[in-house]
């Protein structure tokens, strides 16, 4: 499917599969209770370790729960919990704090892991699922819960939880180019 983007005075038809993929995204909030094929699990796992990552340090770890009663046990107290409750998958994406950067540059993981997170949410459309982030970190009683459901140390931190399935519903993407949000050369210019 080609989209149509407004640039300046013409429109410009996007033959990227990549642009179109990005572009077509939304949340997905609602699953069929099929299972997702092992196979499509590890693409998913694959691009998002093929995400950019400062110093290549790659400060991520991924936890995959297809048991109902750990998805159970994390919708509890957790962000989610009926999308948690009614899908097939999530993955806790993380970032090990024992790869982090030292110093003033330890934070990069959130950004690593970020990105790790967004190439996962881009896999999964691209295989034909649905998939929702929901944050956990910084918020410290939600990343709490979902160390202590599954088990993780201390130096494992839990970013998000990407909830994903086939989609039960068909959310039109949202248009969200704004040119105020843009400067160039400059701020305010």
Not at 179 to 189: L, R
Request: overall charge negative; proline content about 6%.
């Amino acid at each position: 499917m080609a989209l149509m983007f407004l640039m300046g005075a013409g429109a410009v038809e996007a033959q990227n599969s990549v642009i179109d993929n990005i572009m077509t995204r939304t949340s997905i909030r609602k699953f069929k209770p099929q299972a997702v094929e092992d196979a499509k699990i590890e693409t998913m796992l694959r691009a998002a370790m093929a995400a950019p990552t400062a110093v290549n340090k790659q400060p991520w770890h991924f936890v995959v729960v297809t048991d109902k009663k750990v998805l159970d046990e994390l919708a509890g107290k957790g962000r989610g919990g009926d999308m948690l409750r009614n899908a097939p998958l999530a993955i806790v994406v993380c970032g090990n704090l024992e790869k982090a950067l030292d110093g003033d540059a330890e934070e990069f993981w959130v950004q690593d892991v970020s990105a790790a997170t967004e190439n996962l949410l881009l896999a999964a459309h691209s295989l034909g699922l649905g998939a929702v982030w929901t944050g956990l970190y910084p918020i410290i009683e939600r990343a709490g819960h979902v160390n202590s459901v599954l088990g993780m140390p201390e130096y494992i931190m839990p970013l998000c939880t990407v909830i994903i399935g086939y989609p039960d519903e068909q959310p039109t993407p949202k248009n969200k180019w704004n040119p105020e949000n843009v400067s160039y050369n400059k701020f305010g210019k």
